[in-house]
């Protein structure tokens, strides 16, 4: 029934998005929610083929999106697919990785990559794609996908939270900086189901998996993780002239976490 309703509004036809880390995931979510809009979408991933895959899959529905391969912490491939694109009216900054440990057992060099892929890449993208979002004639439109980890304490997240923190402040930011040529906000899911969280818990808890699933649970008073699909709706409401009033805004999508 959600989807049926949002057929009907939130449209995006004839908009040209790029969503980064757009193979799997929330972004995989986001490129099938922009597409349903009505948008063509760019699907920007290190991971080639999987983007193709995608965009493979989705032309077989008669939905437009393009793959291209994306490096966001290369200045050279941005360069490449900021040329490639052509023209731009919605971009979601997506791509990013995580990091487990406190400050006393985070090393430099797992600080500065952690550094480079979250919040680095961002201004890289973002600055190299600027041009075509001031450039579009519905008003560009940024939605960066931040977390709650950059607006409260999370134990054993310190590089995380730090650069989630950053991406928020980038966010208000340019909001302020561009108030009547973009608009840019973010969202901050609290767990989500997603290839992400299965990879923390192979690596870290192996042994006691579905205990551990049960407790991320159970810190979001909700008592379910997220999906993909709740961060990708937001995404599509953000992008659309239905929120035309909405700027420098952090929309938390976390099943009441940080209200408790």
């Known amino acids: 029934m959600l989807q049926e309703a949002m057929d009907k509004v939130f449209r995006l036809d004839g908009y040209t998005a790029l969503v980064t880390g757009g193979a799997s ?24 083929q999987a983007a193709r895959s995608l965009a493979t899959q989705l032309a077989e ?9 994306m490096d966001v912490t290369d200045v050279e491939s941005i360069r490449a697919a900021a040329e490639a694109v052509g023209s731009l009216d919605v971009l979601v900054n997506n791509a990013g990785i995580g990091h487990v440990g406190s400050i006393a057992t985070t090393e430099a060099d797992d600080f500065d990559h952690l550094m480079n892929v979250n ?12 041009p075509l979002l001031l450039a579009s004639p519905r008003k560009g439109c940024i939605v960066n996908i931040g ?28 909001a302020v900086e561009y108030p009547r040529e973009l608009r840019v906000n973010a969202i901050c899911p609290g767990t ?26 159970a810190r979001q008073p909700i008592g379910r993780l997220g999906t993909p699909q709740d961060v990708a709706a937001m995404v599509r409401y953000l992008a659309s002239p239905e929120a035309s009033f909405i700027t420098g805004s952090l929309m938390t999508i976390d099943g009441g976490w940080t209200a408790a």
């Not at 995931?25 to 991933?45: F, M, N, Q, S, Y």
């Open 25 to 48: 995931g929330i972004g995989e979510a986001t490129v099938k929610e922009l597409t349903r809009a009505g948008a063509t979408v760019w699907i920007a991933d290190i991971q080639e």
């Open 61 to 69: 529905q008669n939905l437009c999106a393009h793959a291209i391969r």
């Open 119 to 130: 919040v680095r890449s961002v201004y890289l993208v973002t600055r190299a794609l600027l």
């Open 147 to 174: 977390s709650v980890a950059g607006m409260i304490g999370i134990r054993q997240r310190f590089a995380y939270c730090t650069s989630k923190g950053a991406v928020l402040a980038m966010t208000r930011q340019l």
């Open 192 to 217: 989500v189901e997603t290839p992400f969280v299965e990879g923390y818990l192979d690596k870290y808890h192996a042994h006691e998996k579905e205990k551990i699933r049960e407790e991320l649970r």
